[in-house]
């Protein structure tokens, strides 16, 4: 990790709170992948915070002017950790009788991680996987954090520890694909991924786009990671 000499620009520096959407945007296919159909975290809690926007939405929907507004109007990060900390409350009491609780820990972290608060998310996802080192699915969902933050390194560690774990893991070979390809810019290195992924996992629902992925990363090879540097 400490070898600048492979870094690319993105792991020069840790993102600014600001800087989350960019990256967000950026590296919107890893998002949706690490984050939705192969991370294997709890998605309770994601879809307990997402649930806070609704009565402002069903309320704009009645005017068509208001409704306008609201589409424009991005919650800010400060919102977000707001809308964390309300859904993590409970959690957290209970997390004082039982601190050990690998599970709650894992919880909390996805709360964090789906807001963004990225930093705060880190520290549960390590606390679970301290005690259990085996949840492949949080340790994907702490490596998207990590990426997220510019440690590109860091993400590829932790998803090549899970695959100690599960050398099969569809998810986890996703991902390395992908962080090989947007954040270390090496195609040779992703591609062997994905094909590692198929010839393990034939019967692959997503067959179809991990074969996509593979002729766009091939057809875009040599060209440099821009944009993603504030």
């Given at each position: 990790?400490?070898?600048?000499?492979?870094?690319?620009?993105?792991?020069?520096?840790?993102?600014?709170?600001?800087?989350?959407?960019?990256?967000?945007?950026?590296?919107?296919?890893?998002?949706l992948?690490?984050?939705?159909?192969?991370?294997?975290?709890?998605?309770?809690?994601?879809?307990?915070?997402?649930?806070?926007?609704?009565?402002a939405?069903?309320?704009?929907?009645?005017?068509?002017?208001?409704a306008?507004?609201?589409q424009?109007?991005?919650?800010?990060?400060?919102?977000?950790?707001?809308?964390?900390?309300?859904?993590?409350?409970?959690?957290?009491?209970?997390?004082?009788?039982?601190?050990n609780?690998a599970?709650?820990?894992?919880?909390?972290?996805?709360?964090?991680?789906?807001?963004?608060?990225?930093?705060?998310?880190?520290?549960y996802?390590?606390?679970?996987?301290?005690?259990?080192?085996?949840?492949?699915?949080?340790?994907?969902?702490?490596?998207?954090?990590?990426?997220?933050?510019?440690?590109?390194?860091?993400?590829?560690?932790?998803?090549?520890?899970?695959?100690?774990?599960?050398?099969?893991?569809?998810?986890?070979?996703?991902?390395?694909?992908?962080?090989?390809?947007?954040?270390?810019?090496?195609?040779?290195?992703?591609?062997?991924?994905?094909?590692?992924?198929?010839?393990?996992?034939?019967?692959?629902?997503?067959k179809?786009?991990?074969?996509?992925?593979?002729d766009?990363?091939?057809?875009?090879?040599?060209?440099?990671?821009?944009?993603?540097?504030?």
């Amino acid at each position: 990790m400490d070898n600048e000499t492979n870094q690319p620009r993105v792991t020069n520096s840790l993102w600014k709170p600001g800087q989350t959407y960019t990256m967000a945007a950026v590296c919107l296919l890893i998002g949706l992948v690490i984050g939705y159909f192969l991370r294997g975290s709890a998605r309770q809690p994601v879809m307990a915070v997402a649930s806070e926007a609704a009565p402002a939405m069903g309320q704009a929907s009645q005017d068509p002017h208001a409704a306008m507004g609201q589409q424009q109007k991005m919650p800010t990060l400060d919102d977000m950790k707001r809308m964390a900390d309300k859904q993590t409350a409970p959690l957290l009491e209970q997390l004082k009788k039982d601190p050990n609780n690998a599970d709650l820990l894992n919880q909390v972290g996805t709360m964090y991680r789906a807001t963004h608060q990225f930093k705060t998310a880190i520290d549960y996802y390590q606390k679970s996987l301290a005690i259990n080192p085996k949840n492949v699915g949080a340790r994907t969902d702490l490596a998207s954090c990590l990426y997220y933050l510019g440690d590109v390194d860091g993400a590829l560690a932790q998803l090549n520890k899970s695959l100690t774990y599960d050398p099969k893991h569809a998810g986890t070979l996703m991902n390395i694909g992908i962080i090989k390809w947007k954040g270390k810019n090496d195609v040779d290195g992703a591609v062997a991924a994905w094909e590692k992924l198929l010839k393990l996992n034939p019967d692959f629902e997503n067959k179809e786009m991990i074969e996509h992925l593979i002729d766009e990363a091939r057809q875009n090879k040599g060209q440099t990671i821009t944009g993603v540097q504030g």
